[in-house]
């Protein structure tokens, strides 16, 4: 019963790869000529992304030093790539509920069939994570003509494991709350994700007001964005983004992460079982 | 073979009494010979487009009116002796009905005894006419 | 295999879509249900295959429960194409391949052939016809011992509508037990020999259908003077109902119509006769009166 999933998840799949190789494309353009245009330059800032106070923005050069690009970033930023990804492929039941009446007239059970589908979705996430950090790290290590600065440690490891449970968990939550309703709230749960984005990025510009900061902070509770390891990196440990997920080790949030992840999805098989088509 | 039969499912009459009048016509009119087979019932329902459970129907009475004998594995022929002599009575039956349905009808429009004897005279004479040939 | 409904009511909310429906379809019979639209039928399919939960009654398949395993001697194609529609032909068929243990694949290529599928073809560049040829084609490649049709023949052409007979009866010639709805009598009137007339939920007219078209008659009596229903005949049980106008009474008769036509020869009509039915004014007469079926045709 999977190969119906199977179909779609190759084809979002390639899609997917088709849109990353271009933008890695654009990326490599971008950075070589960034370092053309900044040639000689001190020694060591290590390769940052943030938004907020102070130092770099958007247009702003990375000041690249050869060595000390911890892995770590490409992961990140790979993470964030497979939310938009998890969207594309979420909801899978319930962007088939005029086929339900087929789809649970099979000789298999409804859970087996959801069972699943949320398997090869998950094989998909990871794939489509693996080949997103692999595109980061090519863009990265071709623009600076070599990959020896590279290197992999507990942390990059640890980001790496929690980035794909997040993206699980939030798939889970798409597919309970999808599951529950009919069409309308997968695409709204779905869609929510660039929201919460978006507000991340408000919450941490201050200058907007600390309405915006404190409206964000209730609504982080179910904002998978406040989980990512993004804040503790960059903003040495501090969010304003998040509850005290932060505080704990890697070891503790990323089995809790995957829990609520496995949580999620048997509330959406319980709830399938019981649809009425 | 179903091409001599000729069934209507949208008539008020019950289609396996439809097919058991057809094959006793044909045996009646000699269409259908003594000893020669019958299509299997899921042929004759795929033939002539009907349910097949109707055809085993209208078969089982042929059998029980002894106008064709069927056995298993070999399939269901006319019955060589009897078979003329039931279809013979059977379509006698159906033309005493047909006719006698004729004289109630010409009543019902108020025609008296004589009327309707002569223009029974006339149909006689238009269709047994020599040189008309043979009834289609 | 066999499917058996008992007693099968189904709610929503305030309205009773289905109420205490029963009917047996047998090994090798074809059921045809009949009824208005929004009579219940397809509620009635839901419940059968257990999209829906009914609200009381059982429904057995081969004398068990529907399960899992069940789908892979059932075939369901619904009023509306379930197919996926990104998908081509091909792989549908190959989904099928995969999933049913009884997929024939020569069987396949062969009903892909008579209705003219092109495999390559995503079935979102379909006309309504070819979604409903590639489901049926779909639901006979498995060689089903039980099937339910929900309007199997609509949005295709006559030739088509024909294939579909074919199959249907040399399904049920095979042994498989068919239940179908159809608004098309005259489809109904080939493929089935048991129908079943519903109506606002209720079953109101059931049976074999020979038998039923041998019971069901009218009997026309034209009368001197003013046509009068003679004392307790509307209540007799072997009456459906009686209608007059002017001087000619139609009765219409479930039963028994020789004996009908003993009463009324004692009111001295000046012309007595008996008239068939054909499905579809058995099916008028059912949904027009709104009986609750007092007493069903003896079937």
Redesign the interface.
């Known amino acids: 019963?999977y190969?119906?999933e199977f179909?779609?998840a190759r084809?979002t799949l390639l899609i997917y790869a088709i849109i990353l190789v271009f933008a890695a494309l654009i990326a490599i353009w971008s950075i070589h000529t960034a370092i053309v245009l900044h040639e000689a330059g001190s020694p060591a800032t290590d390769l940052r992304f943030s938004s907020g106070n102070g130092d770099t923005s958007h247009g702003r050069i990375m000041r690249l030093a050869p060595h000390t690009v911890p892995i770590v970033v490409p992961i990140i930023i790979a993470g964030y790539m497979l939310w938009a990804f998890t969207i594309a492929l979420s909801c899978s039941l319930n962007r088939?509920r005029?086929?339900?009446?087929?789809?649970?007239?099979?000789?298999?059970?409804r859970s087996?069939i959801a069972l699943s589908y949320f398997g090869v979705d998950a094989a998909a996430i990871v794939l489509a994570y693996a080949f997103a950090v692999l595109v980061i790290v090519l863009v990265i290590g071709l623009s600076l003509g070599g990959f020896q600065v590279f290197y992999l440690d507990d942390v990059a490891a640890w980001t790496a494991a929690l980035a794909i449970a997040v993206a699980f968990m939030w798939y889970g939550v798409l597919q309970a709350v999808s599951s529950w309703s009919k069409g309308g709230w997968g695409l709204f749960a779905g869609l929510s994700w660039p929201g919460f984005f978006i507000l991340a990025g408000l919450g941490e510009f201050t200058l907007l007001g600390p309405i915006v900061h404190d409206l964000f902070i209730a609504l982080n509770v179910i904002n998978p964005v406040a989980y990512a390891p993004l804040n503790a990196v960059v903003l040495g440990g501090k969010s304003a983004l998040g509850p005290s997920f932060f505080n704990l080790p890697y070891e503790i949030r990323v089995p809790l992460v995957l829990a609520f992840a496995v949580a999620a999805c048997a509330i959406a098989t319980m709830s399938w079982k019981r649809v009425?088509? | 073979m179903a091409a001599i039969f000729s069934v209507d499912p949208r008539s008020g009459v019950p289609l396996y009494l439809q097919l058991i009048e057809q094959v006793k016509r044909a045996v009646a009119l000699g269409v259908l010979a003594p000893g020669e087979q019958l299509p299997t019932v899921k042929a004759l329902a795929l033939e002539l487009i009907v349910n097949p459970n109707t055809v085993a129907r209208a078969y089982r009475e042929l059998e029980r009116d002894q106008v064709i004998e069927t056995s298993p594995g070999r399939g269901s022929f006319i019955r060589s002796n009897g078979a003329l002599g039931e279809s013979r009575r059977a379509i006698d039956d159906v033309a005493a009905s047909v006719l006698a349905e004729a004289v109630r009808e010409a009543r019902a429009l108020g025609l008296g005894r004589d009327a309707i004897r002569a223009l029974f005279e006339q149909g006689i004479e238009r269709w047994f006419e020599s040189g008309k040939g043979k009834l289609s | 295999m066999s499917i058996a409904i008992h007693n099968l009511t189904k709610r929503y909310g305030a309205q009773t879509a289905v109420d205490d429906l029963s009917c047996e379809v047998a090994e090798g019979s074809v059921y045809g249900l009949l009824g208005p639209n929004g009579a219940g039928k397809s509620t009635a399919f839901k419940c059968v295959l257990g999209l829906a939960r009914p609200n009381a009654g059982s429904i057995t398949i081969d004398g068990k429960p529907l399960a899992p395993a069940t789908f892979e001697f059932l075939s369901f194609v619904p009023e509306r194409p379930a197919l996926y529609e990104w998908m081509t032909v091909r792989q549908h068929f190959e989904l099928a391949r995969r999933t049913y243990a009884r997929f024939d694949t020569a069987r396949a290529a062969e009903l892909g052939a008579i209705f003219k599928l092109d495999s390559a073809k995503r079935v979102k560049r379909l006309s309504k016809g070819q979604h409903t040829a590639v489901a049926l084609a779909l639901a006979f490649s498995i060689r089903p011992r039980v099937m339910v049709l929900d309007e199997p023949a609509s949005g295709l052409d006559p030739i088509f509508q024909r294939v579909v007979l074919d199959l249907i009866i040399d399904a049920a010639a095979g042994g498989a037990a068919i239940l179908f709805s159809s608004h098309q009598i005259g489809q109904v009137e080939r493929a089935a020999d048991r129908i079943g007339i519903l109506n606002n939920g209720k079953l109101v007219l059931e049976g074999d259908l020979d038998t039923l078209k041998g019971n069901q008659k009218v009997v026309e009596a034209v009368f001197d003077s003013e046509a009068l229903a003679p004392n307790g005949l509307a209540d007799d049980q072997r009456v459906a109902r009686i209608v007059l106008s002017g001087r000619i009474m139609r009765v219409y008769v479930r039963r028994d119509a020789g004996g009908i036509v003993t009463a009324l020869e004692a009111l001295a009509p000046r012309s007595l006769s008996v008239f068939d039915l054909s499905l579809e004014d058995m099916f008028l007469g059912a949904v027009d009166d709104g009986s609750t079926g007092h007493g069903n045709g003896a079937a």
């Open positions: 019963m190969f119906v179909c779609r084809k088939e005029h086929v339900l009446v087929s789809t649970f007239t099979k000789p298999a059970s087996r009425e088509a």
